[in-house]
């Protein structure tokens, strides 16, 4: 596909569940984000990457957050022990490099429920 | 730390009337400066970007933002709104620190066009 696609789109975890959801960059962005975004506020930003470095995890709200990128393409980000507070619509988007000038393009997102 | 506000949390309007989506910043360095659209169930799309040079910027769709260092502001309108305008709308900061575009964002201003 020509967008940055993300999977599933809906997740329904139980409390203390791991999840781990899928981000496909659009082909050849060398940047990736993740957002978090909570109902009725706007997105926060979680973590960064370039290819497969990750540069910026200062966002991730605790250690049951991991992201990674291992081979500088799909990227997952990982939850573990899934708590009610962790509920929100989680974003990714990547752009072509790092420059001021590139666009970034989002995902449609997974919307994330915990019960 | 930067932040934005988005000064308010929904717009009502008619279609064919002008619009302003009000966005300040705070920040004590240069930044950039974007509005994104989204649409339900949708991605973030950028409308526009302002990075330097002048200070009106104009995007997608009839919108254009005006830069004010002065009030730190980087309020969104468009001329005549249309039905299909209907959507949340996000204004967004960076001071590509580390040299990427990491995102600060607003809550949100959601339109509503009525006809």
């Known amino acids: 596909g020509a967008g940055v696609s993300q999977s599933p789109r809906y997740k329904v975890a139980k409390r203390g569940q791991d999840v781990a959801l899928r981000c496909d960059p659009i082909?050849?962005?060398?940047?990736l984000f993740w957002y978090q975004q909570a109902l009725g506020q706007g997105p926060e930003f979680l973590t960064y990457?370039?290819?497969?470095?990750?540069?910026?995890k200062s966002g991730l709200p605790s250690d049951r957050f991991f992201a990674e990128r291992p081979e500088g393409s799909v990227s997952t980000l990982k939850i573990q022990r899934t708590q009610q507070e962790d509920s929100a619509v989680y974003l990714c988007?990547?752009?072509?490099?790092?420059?001021?000038?590139?666009?970034?393009?989002f995902g449609q997102g997974t919307r994330l429920t915990v019960v | 730390a930067q932040s934005v506000t988005q000064l308010d949390s929904q717009v009502p309007v008619f279609e064919e009337a002008p619009v302003e989506l009000r966005c300040n910043y705070s920040?004590?360095?240069?930044?950039?400066l974007f509005w994104y659209v989204q649409y339900p169930n949708q991605g973030l799309q950028l409308l526009l970007k302002?990075?330097?040079?002048?200070?009106l910027v104009k995007g997608i769709n009839g919108f254009e933002a005006e830069f004010n260092k002065s009030q730190t502001s980087f309020h969104l309108r468009k001329p005549s709104v249309h039905i299909s305008d209907t959507a949340e709308y996000f204004c967004a900061v960076s001071d590509h620190g580390g040299g990427y575009n990491k995102l600060i964002f607003g809550a949100g201003t959601r339109l509503a066009v009525h006809p």
């Open positions: 988007a990547s752009s072509l490099d790092q420059g001021r000038n590139t666009e970034a393009f």
């Open positions: 920040s004590s360095v240069s930044v950039y």
């Open positions: 082909s050849g962005h060398v940047s």
């Open positions: 990457f370039q290819n497969e470095a990750q540069l910026d």
């Open positions: 302002y990075l330097s040079g002048s200070t």
